[in-house]
Each structure stands twice: as C-alpha cells, then as structure tokens.
Nanobody
Framework: QLQASGGGLVQAGGSLRLSCAAS????????MGWFRQAPGKEREFVAV???????YYADSVKGRFTVSRDSAPNTVYLQMDSLKPQDTAVYYC????????????????WGQGTLVTVSS
C-alpha cells in the first residue's frame, strides 16, 4: 500500500516536498516512481528512483525536482523547487519490481494521489 502526502497550495517559485509511505511490500526491492495528472490532461511521468538508487526525470522537471528514498521509514520523497503554475496536478506515487521507467503499465502499486496547486 502506498500513501502520498504533502500536497498543497504554493506560489510560483516556491517549494513543496511530497512523501509517499510504503507498507506491505519489501521496499528495498522496488523502484519508486512519481507521476502527475493535470486537469483535463493524461497522467504523465515525473521521476523515478530505482531500487539501486539510480534516478531519472522527465525533461519538464529536471533541475527543479529531486527524488529520494529512505528505507527507515519506507518512504520516497519528491522535493519540488522553483514551482511553476504548469506543475499544478494531482501527484501519484507508484512502485514496480521492474527497473523503473516512464511507462505507467510497468507499475503494480499506486497511491491515492495528492493535489499540488501552484498559483501565479
């Protein structure tokens, strides 16, 4: 089970840190991804931190967002800096036993989402 939290309202240029707590799975074996869905748009990949610590980011967030993980507790984080209005979306965390790619179909576990709203 994945529980995302940390969303909220922030002004453009501000920062937020999202958390995703994992339970009921062997956390260190999973690659953990973040996706987002803006109003009226399809869900898109944001970032992934793989089971071996490797990271990969969407071009739209590279240099602004940082994904990290801590096995004690079993939590993955998404630090979001220099936020823009176009970052407004519901953010989802997801887990996969595979390598961890931008493909949604690869992920077997999903959290419920947390809303991030960036005002201009």
């Amino acid at each position: 089970q994945l529980q995302a939290s940390g969303g909220g309202l922030v002004q453009a240029g501000g920062s937020l840190r999202l958390s995703c707590a994992a339970s009921g799975l062997t956390f260190t074996r999973y690659s953990m991804g973040w996706f987002r869905q803006a109003p009226g748009k399809e869900r898109e990949f944001v970032a992934v931190i793989r089971w071996n610590g490797g990271t990969y980011y969407a071009d739209s967030v590279k240099g602004r967002f940082t994904v990290s993980r801590d096995s004690a507790p079993n939590t993955v984080y998404l630090q979001m800096d220099s936020l823009k209005p176009q970052d407004t979306a519901v953010y989802y965390c997801a887990a996969t036993l595979l390598l961890g790619s931008p493909r949604e179909s690869e992920y077997s576990h999903w959290g419920q989402g947390t809303l991030v709203t960036v005002s201009s």
